[in-house]
Structures are given as structure tokens and as C-alpha cells.
């Protein structure tokens, strides 16, 4: 803290440069003002007889006024801004030292899918990287499950997005297996992280149910779906990546092999499976009045479309 002295100087400074700025010129006579000390420096500064040279016009004294204060500020301010930084006491926001924005790192979540030869899973999420998708491994569950799992970033893919990709690439109706893939280990499973992943994974599959995509006819027969829905950390869900299990050439009609793609598709009969549930279809049936129609089995309509987009 600047002493009382300093301070005493400062201030008897100051009202000496305001007398002296704007008070009219004092008289020479030794009066009361040569008897107060505080302002015995404007009584030797006008002491000096007036002349034309001398004398100070208004504009000079405002001059001086600016001068004198900018002094007086370095006196006094600068002992006080060391003073509060010594003692730990806040500095003006224009002094503060600017802090750079945080960037806030991305985060990253996982979905875990079987449904066949998990190849075909792997290839057709492969396709989705610009859309969110940040890396695909194959691997085998607990209990031998072939199995995708799907690394994505939550702010760019939802995971509404990612059952609809695997709702479009399964036969939910066959649980013994998938098309030329039989057994257990080839089941359609969906595997949840939580309460919430749960709750959608039962919600598209039973709006898919009643859109009745997967029955036969058009429009199509309701038929029950048999995907397991089960909890990811279990025992028998912890998923081990095995690389053996894929094939580095086959991911999807993005890149890659696109023929080996196709010509593997058609063997395992998914193409023609895929290509009969979707397909428009011509019918003579009747409905609201209407004979004859092209009838498409996976609308807005009937929530199928919206389901296979993530968009429900």
C-alpha cells in the first residue's frame, strides 16, 4: 500500500495543478495563502511578475491540467495495481491474461449386432463412415456369436440410425440362423448397453412387426420377428474381436471389391431376399375403393421407411 506521504504528495499535487489550471492569477502579498503548505508551490509559481509572455491563456492552463494528472496517475495508480497483485486481489478483465477456448474432444460410443455371416454386417456398416461410423470389428460374443461391433460418434449417427441398418440387412423372422448360415451362432441379435438402447431396440422392432415388411403378399401378413434383444455386459454377450472371421475385401458397394461384394451376396441368398421385402409390388387388390396398384411395403406410412432411416 503507497505510504501517507506519498499519497499526502499526490494529493497536494493535484489541488495544486487545479488551482493552477483554473483559479484566477493570486496576488504577490504574503496573505493566507503563502501560509498553507499544501499549496505553497502555486504561491512560487505565480510569484513571478505577469507578463505577455508569461501569462497563461486557458487553453495553456488545460494543457498543464493534462499533464500535471497523468503524473499524478503514475504516482498514485501504479503503487496501488502492485499493491492488489501482491495481495492476490482481482485484476481488471483487461489485464486478465485470455484464456484459449477448450475444444470438447468427441466421444465415442459402441453397438454391438449379429445376424449371419457377420461379414455382410461388417461391409454395409463400413459404408456409413461419413455419416458417423468411426470403426467396424468382427469378433465372436461369449458364447461363440459371430458378431459386429460398431465404434460411432453419437453426434453424427444416432443409434436409432445404426438398428436401421441392421434391421435392413437381417431376416428378423429366422432365428435358427441366416439364410445359408445355420445355427446358434448365426442368430440375429441385438445387444444393449443400457435401458434406453433397449427401449429403441424393442420400439423399431415392433413398429417393423406391424408394418408387416417381412410377411408375404401385399399387402403383407403380420408375422413375429425372432431377435434376441440381450444385455451387452453379460458373460455370454462380452464380445473378442477375431479378425480371422472377415474379409478384408469385402466392404460393401462403398469401396473395395464391389463385384466380390455383389457375387457374395447373391450366394448367400440375401440379394433376392432383400430385393422381394422391398420391392414395389403390382396387385389387382382392391382397397378403399381402388382396384389395381402398385404397392410398396416399406412407406413412411406404415413406419417401415422411417424405421430403416432412423428417422421414428
Known amino acids: 500500500m503507497p505510504s501517507r ?22 496576488t504577490l502579498s504574503a496573505g493566507p495563502l503563502s501560509r498553507q503548505p499544501h499549496l505553497r508551490l502555486c504561491a512560487v509559481a505565480c510569484s513571478t511578475p505577469p507578463s505577455p509572455h508569461n501569462q497563461r491563456r486557458p487553453v495553456e492552463r488545460r494543457h498543464f491540467l493534462g499533464v500535471g494528472f497523468g503524473i499524478l496517475a503514475h504516482i498514485t495508480l501504479k503503487p496501488l495495481r502492485v499493491f492488489a497483485e501482491d495481495e492476490g486481489d482481482e485484476i481488471p478483465p483487461s489485464a486478465a491474461a485470455v484464456t484459449p477456448p477448450v475444444t470438447p474432444q468427441s466421444v465415442s460410443a459402441t453397438a454391438l449386432f449379429s445376424g449371419g455371416d457377420a461379414r455382410f ?19 465372436r460374443t ?12 453419437p453426434a453424427k449417427i444416432s443409434y436409432k440410425k445404426l438398428l436401421g441398418v441392421f434391421w435392413h ?14 445355427g446358434k451362432a448365426f442368430r440375429p441379435v441385438i445387444y444393449v448397453s443400457n435401458a434406453e438402447e433397449r427401449a429403441l431396440a424393442e420400439k423399431s422392432m415392433e413398429l417393423l412387426v406391424e408394418s408387416g415388411i417381412y410377411g408375404q403378399g401385399a399387402p403383407r401378413t403380420i408375422v413375429p420377428f425372432a431377435v434376441d434383444i440381450k444385455d451387452a455386459g453379460s458373460s455370454d454377450s462380452l464380445f473378442t474381436p477375431k479378425p480371422s472371421d472377415g474379409d478384408k475385401d469385402l466392404v460393401g458397394p462403398a469401396g473395395g471389391d464391389e463385384k466380390k461384394y455383389k457375387d457374395a451376396m447373391a450366394k448367400s441368398g440375401r440379394a433376392k431376399f432383400f430385393y422381394d421385402k422391398y420391392k414395389p409390388l403390382k396387385t389387382t387388390a382392391c382397397e378403399d375403393g381402388v382396384c389395381g396398384f402398385v404397392y410398396s411395403p416399406c412407406t413412411s406410412q406404415n413406419s417401415c421407411l422411417d424405421v430403416i432411416n432412423g428417422d421414428w
Open 169 to 182: 440387412e437381417v431376416d428378423p423372422t429366422d432365428g435358427g440362423g441366416q439364410f445359408k448360415d445355420r
Open 5 to 26: 506521504s506519498v499519497l499526502l504528495c499526490a494529493a497536494t499535487l493535484g489541488q495544486a495543478l487545479f488551482v493552477a489550471a483554473f483559479a484566477p492569477p493570486p
Open 121 to 139: 454386417l461388417q461391409a454395409i456398416f463400413e459404408t456409413k463412415r461419413d455419416e458417423g461410423v468411426l470403426s467396424t470389428s468382427i469378433g
Open 142 to 153: 461369449g458364447d461363440g456369436t459371430r458378431a459386429v461391433q460398431v465404434s460411432y460418434d
